[in-house]
Nanobody
Framework: QGQLVESGGGSVQAGGSLTLSCAYT??????MTWFRRFTGKEREGVAR??????MYADAVKGRFTISRDNANHTLVLQMNNLKPEDTAMYYC??????????????????WGQGTQVTVSS
């Protein structure tokens, strides 16, 4: 079974930046996505990378950048101009079905353990 391991979370003041990384060992991963979960709520999509194209949730457009390094099997989320409302647990997820790439969490069968991001005002 494949494995996803996130790193790079932490605490930062509003306006600051953090870079999250997700190291993966899966061989075929057409769709990889960053999700986040606010306390007491279900996970929501943040940014996804499908067949070389990124897509972002409206809440993070212009501030977050997703990229993928296939040679090093790493998915990266660069987060700039962070806001207190970005405080959440961030997860890396992979959909290996090859049927597309969506925000629906039930379509992802591989998840990392999560990394906490805390933004103070």
């Amino acid at each position: 079974q494949g494995q996803l391991v996130e790193s790079g979370g932490g605490s930062v003041q509003a306006g600051g930046s953090l870079t999250l990384s997700c190291a993966y060992t899966l061989k075929y991963v057409p769709c990889m996505t960053w999700f986040r979960r606010f306390t007491g709520k279900e996970r929501e999509g943040v940014a996804r990378f499908y067949n070389g194209y990124p897509m972002y949730a409206d809440a993070v457009k212009g501030r977050f950048t997703i990229s993928r390094d296939n040679a090093n099997h790493t998915l990266v989320l660069q987060m700039n101009n962070l806001k207190p409302e970005d405080t959440a647990m961030y997860y890396c997820a992979a959909d290996t079905s090859g049927k597309g790439c969506s925000w629906h969490i039930h379509e992802y069968h591989y998840w990392g353990q999560g990394t906490q991001v805390t933004v103070s005002s």
